[in-house]
């Protein structure tokens, strides 16, 4: 029913910065609210990012606040995250996740397969 993309990980230096865009196959890309998670090695998925379906209100970890931002274009079906000052801990496997906004519990019911980022020191 939703099928969920993402990309532009890749390699960065500490202190860069690096966009991510999760590109959603959907009807109705309004009728989600849009999240991105990411996992680093040996560790939990953690919670990193979400956007309400109009962009209105987002809500960050705070390992992040400041640093990234999500944002959300629903022309394209696209989410994305722009992640600045990068640090190594920040390495890991981020994915892109959506729960429809009518049932919307903060259990999100699709997820993308992830994009790695690794951040050198």
């Known amino acids: 029913q939703v099928q969920l993309v993402e990309s532009g990980g890749g390699l960065v230096q500490a202190g860069g910065s690096l966009r991510l865009s999760c590109a959603a196959s959907?009807?109705?890309?309004?009728?989600?609210?849009m999240a991105w998670f990411r996992q680093a090695p040996g560790k939990e998925r953690e919670f990193v990012a979400t956007?309400?379906?109009?962009?209105?209100?987002?809500y960050y970890a705070d390992s992040v606040k400041g640093r990234f931002t999500i944002s959300r274009d629903n022309a394209k079906n696209t989410a994305y995250l722009q992640m600045n000052s990068l640090r190594p801990e920040g390495t890991a496997v981020y994915y892109c996740?959506?729960?429809?906004?009518?049932?919307?519990?903060?259990?999100?019911?699709?997820w993308g397969q992830g994009t790695r980022v690794t951040v050198s020191s």
């Open positions: 959907v009807r109705t890309f309004t009728n989600y609210v």
């Open positions: 996740a959506a729960d429809p906004k009518s049932d919307y519990e903060g259990d999100y019911d699709y």
């Open positions: 956007i309400t379906w109009n962009g209105r209100n987002t």
